[in-house]
């Protein structure tokens, strides 16, 4: 599976940005779908995860009630919807998939086998 993440771009505070996450060269299927970020010199840090298909919805405490993770078979994509954004959203944001991922693990990135190129978010304040 060959993951391919866009979206990004810069926006101002409070503005809102949809990422995609789309599968090629495989399917999503009922693999557990995750988005993480990563500011530079820092490590990638959890930020939502959709695991096995909706059997469950993660999100990291900082983008509670913010961002949505949503995915839409038909296209093999998943969505990650971002509102009211802050500066401190600002990173390179990742998408990646794992199909042997147990619920505790959702959030490690180490958990997770295919993993897309990143797309850079800029939040201006």
């Known amino acids: 599976v060959q993951l391919q993440a866009s979206g990004g771009g810069l926006v101002q505070t409070g503005d809102s940005l949809r990422l995609s996450c789309t599968a090629s060269?495989?399917?999503?299927?009922?693999?557990?779908v995750g988005w993480f970020r990563q500011d530079p010199g820092k490590e990638r840090a959890f930020v939502a995860a959709?695991?096995?298909?909706?059997?469950?919805?993660f999100y990291a405490d900082s983008v509670k009630g913010r961002f949505t993770i949503s995915r839409d078979n038909a296209k093999n994509t998943v969505y990650l919807q971002m509102n009211s954004l802050r500066p401190e959203d600002s990173a390179v944001y990742y998408c990646?998939?794992?199909?042997?991922?147990?619920?505790?693990?959702?959030?490690?990135?180490?958990?997770?086998?295919?993993w897309g190129h990143g797309t850079l978010v800029t939040v201006s304040s």
């Open positions: 990646a998939a794992g199909t042997r991922l147990i619920m505790s693990t959702v959030g490690l990135s180490s958990a997770y086998a295919y």
């Open positions: 959709d695991f096995r298909r909706g059997s469950s919805i």
């Open positions: 060269e495989g399917t999503l299927g009922r693999a557990t």
